[in-house]
């Protein structure tokens, strides 16, 4: 295969506190995640996949291992290319993170506007037409406090999509949602991922969107394991 991943990681380990309080809780992680692919992640909490998640998206340094991001290396990166690399990846967590004082729209137009050669009106059309994406044109001028659960994901999932990012990281992304509203939430994703080219790695304890992943990883006391399920060949005769 010549097609370079958008992730690719090698021989990672992570360690959290110092001297005799210094634990282990990545060991020799090694994943690829190509252009369009979506994978999730699931596995007990505690076994590191937040963790994981961070490195990924730069929001903390890799300490021993090689992390690429595009095949730029993350590992010994310097803050300003941290940042310049989080601008290509989009976010979306257990909580949506909205602020509470900017209305749907201005919420997903911040994320533009992070790109100062956008005009403000070309912002306003892209975010507006984003939350018609994700079904919330009638509610363009609402604040976040007063629409439901589901609605605001729908909100962080247009903010996350909005600028094409080539890489989505999605922690827990249903599970402070109803069953219906998370299985709405991740098809959303899906198909805008499959639209727009985007890679998506979602971690979650939700088996009932597990069949939306191209792949199915589990972490198990910071272990990457293929899960069976997904490796399972089923031969008809
Ligand atoms: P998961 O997302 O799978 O629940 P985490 O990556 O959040 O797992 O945590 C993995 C382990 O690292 C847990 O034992 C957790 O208590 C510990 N941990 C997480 N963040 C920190 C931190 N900032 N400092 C010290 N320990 C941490
Ligand atoms: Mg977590």
Redesign the pocket.
């Known amino acids: 295969m010549t097609k370079k991943p958008v992730i690719d990681i090698k021989n990672i380990c992570h360690y ?2 110092k001297g005799s309080l210094k ?1 282990q ?1 990545l060991f020799d992680i090694n994943l690829e995640i190509y252009a369009g692919e979506i994978v999730i992640m699931t ?10 998640l961070s490195l990924i998206g730069g929001l903390r340094s890799v300490q021993e291992g090689s992390l690429k991001f595009l095949g730029e290396e993350l590992s010994g990166a310097s803050q300003s290319k941290l940042v310049e690399i989080r601008r290509n990846i989009g976010y979306i967590f257990q909580a949506h993170n909205l602020l509470g004082f900017l209305n749907a729209r201005q919420n997903v137009q911040m994320a533009v506007e992070l790109n100062k050669e956008i005009s403000k009106q070309h912002a306003i059309n892209k975010s507006e037409a984003m939350l018609q994406a994700v079904g919330l044109e009638d509610r363009i001028n609402y604040f976040p406090d007063n629409l439901s659960g589901g609605q605001k994901q729908r909100i962080a999932i247009a903010r996350a999509l909005v600028n094409h990012p080539p890489l989505v990281l999605a ?1 827990e992304p249903t599970a402070a949602l109803d069953k219906q509203s998370g299985r709405d939430v991740v098809e959303i994703m899906q198909t805008l991922a499959k639209e727009q080219g985007t890679s998506i790695l979602l ?1 979650t304890h939700d088996n009932r969107i597990l069949d939306i992943a191209d792949r199915i990883l589990e ?1 198990e006391d910071g272990h990457l394991a293929r899960n069976s399920q997904s490796t399972v060949k089923i031969i008809h005769n």
């Open positions: 959290y506190g634990r809780i596995g007990p909490s505690g076994s590191g996949k937040t963790t994981l922690d971690v972490m």
